[in-house]
């Protein structure tokens, strides 16, 4: 078990990424599945060219559950992550969930190896602009919470905000299954994931995973009720 000690970072209102425009790739993934690997190389290829080209892209891999059964048990996995697919799934209208799938700012749904449409649905997204700004302040990490303030810069109007602690970088070799003797890698890896009401200024306090602080970062993101990103930001522990 990891010792905590008290860490408190005090940022202003100012450590924000993804204000200026907006575009929020979620990937569902799974290392169960023999065609993901190409779509989490996909998600880590557009994170470091937006990250070179000085754009903003904010991903988020979530690797959902309905694979373990076949040989190998993602160790990132969860339950919530595939229910969260099935709502993307409702919302649509589609037929079925599947594996890759990545999803452009809650409204852009295709393969997510598929690098031309990718491109396009990021086109598409740089020429969005947020209805919100948001700000975090008083974030500090105590023993195995995290507690901060979010502010956003106009009255809500009935959205949900997410707040999503990623590993930005993870990678594990895989013993069974159909990716049998590959190691993987994956990119901001989703290891805890709530969703609260939308309100003009909140405190929150949630659970930290047992994890190394340096490799970890908040995002936060809010979507309407059509499920479309309307503003997004991001915090990298240090």
Not at 3 to 18: D, E, K, M, P, Y
Not at 59 to 82: C, E, M, Q, R
Not at 107 to 125: D, P, Q, R, T
Request: proline share 3%; hydrophobic share 35%.
């Amino acid at each position: 078990m990891k010792s905590f000690v008290l860490l408190v970072l005090w940022l202003g209102s100012i450590t924000i990424v993804a204000q200026n425009n907006l575009v929020i790739v979620e990937l569902f993934t799974s290392q169960g599945c023999s065609s993901c690997p190409a779509a989490d190389r996909n998600l880590t290829e557009v994170l470091a060219h937006a990250s070179k080209e000085g754009n903003q892209v904010l991903g988020l891999s979530f690797h959902v559950d309905y694979w373990n059964y076949i040989g190998w048990k993602d160790p990132y996995s969860s339950k919530a992550f595939t229910e969260r697919q099935r709502g993307y799934s409702e919302q649509m209208n589609l037929r079925s969930i599947y594996t890759p799938q990545m999803i452009v700012n809650g409204k852009i749904e295709f393969v997510g190896s598929n690098k031309s449409e990718l491109k396009e649905a990021l086109s598409s997204a740089y020429k969005q602009k947020p209805t919100y700004k948001i700000s975090i302040t008083q974030l500090k990490v105590e023993g195995d919470k995290l507690t901060f303030q979010y502010a956003v810069d106009k009255s809500p109007d009935n959205e949900v905000i997410n707040f999503a602690i990623v590993e930005r970088s993870v990678e594990n070799f895989v013993s069974r299954g159909e990716n049998s003797g590959r190691k993987l890698h994956h990119d901001n890896v989703v290891r805890s994931f709530y969703t609260k009401s939308l309100q003009h200024k909140d405190q929150i306090t949630v659970a930290l995973p047992d994890l190394s602080l340096k490799n970890l970062s908040l995002i936060l993101y809010i979507q309407d009720k059509e499920w479309q990103v309307t503003g997004a930001i991001a915090q990298q522990f240090q």
